[in-house]
């Protein structure tokens, strides 16, 4: 074919590779961000587990599921949720309708936020220091530190 079909033709086609080869570059870059967010989310779990074990009173579970921390009867767990860096946070009394997450936000240089919504209402918090205290004292009911517990440096806890 010669002439206007086969210039027409030669269109099409570029069209459709420029389109696949976008396509492509887009999955590559997900699948990236996923395997980012996972990674992050893996290193999370194992600061919060070793943050766990440091305060010497908390039982510490990390699994397949997730990370279980507990204080006497009440336990929190960390959950995996999803393929990402999605975080599920799960315990006993939490209200109906009450969802409470753990991700990373872009604009705050990939730092960790406690998302709680309850009641078409969300509060958002930086997980660590402020969010991570709200949450074990909330849910494991562990005493809230105090200004003079901060120990001396160069000292052990």
Same mark, same amino acid.
């Given at each position: 074919?010669?002439?206007?079909?086969?210039?027409?033709?030669?269109?099409?086609?570029?069209?459709?590779?420029?389109?696949?080869?976008?396509?492509?570059?887009?999955?590559?870059?997900?699948?990236?961000?996923?395997?980012?967010?996972?990674?992050?989310?893996?290193?999370?779990?194992?600061?919060?587990?070793?943050?766990?074990?440091?305060?010497?009173?908390?039982?510490?579970? *990390? #699994?397949? !599921?997730?990370?279980? $921390?507990?204080? =006497?009867?009440?336990? @929190?767990?960390?959950?995996?949720? %999803? &393929?990402?860096?999605?975080?599920?946070?799960?315990?006993?009394?939490?209200?109906?309708?009450?969802?409470?997450?753990?991700?990373?936000?872009?604009?705050?240089?990939?730092?960790?936020?406690?998302?709680?919504?309850?009641?078409?209402?969300?509060?958002?918090?930086?997980? *660590? #220091?402020? !969010?991570?205290?709200? $949450?074990?004292? =909330?849910?494991?009911? @562990?005493?809230?530190?105090?200004? %003079? &517990?901060?120990?001396?440096?160069?000292?052990?806890?």
């Amino acid at each position: 074919m010669d002439g206007f079909g086969s210039r027409l033709a030669a269109r099409f086609k570029k069209a459709v590779e420029r389109e696949e080869a976008t396509r492509r570059r887009e999955e590559e870059e997900r699948q990236r961000v996923l395997e980012e967010g996972r990674a992050a989310r893996e290193r999370l779990l194992g600061e919060l587990a070793a943050m766990g074990r440091a305060i010497g009173v908390v039982t510490v579970a *990390l #699994d397949d !599921g997730g990370l279980t $921390l507990g204080f =006497g009867t009440r336990k @929190l767990l960390f959950a995996r949720d %999803g &393929d990402g860096e999605r975080v599920r946070l799960a315990w006993d009394g939490m209200g109906d309708g009450e969802e409470h997450r753990l991700y990373r936000q872009a604009e705050l240089g990939h730092r960790w936020v406690y998302s709680r919504r309850r009641r078409g209402r969300e509060d958002r918090l930086p997980l *660590l #220091d402020q !969010g991570i205290e709200e $949450l074990l004292v =909330g849910v494991l009911g @562990l005493p809230r530190p105090g200004e %003079g &517990d901060v120990p001396e440096p160069g000292r052990d806890l």
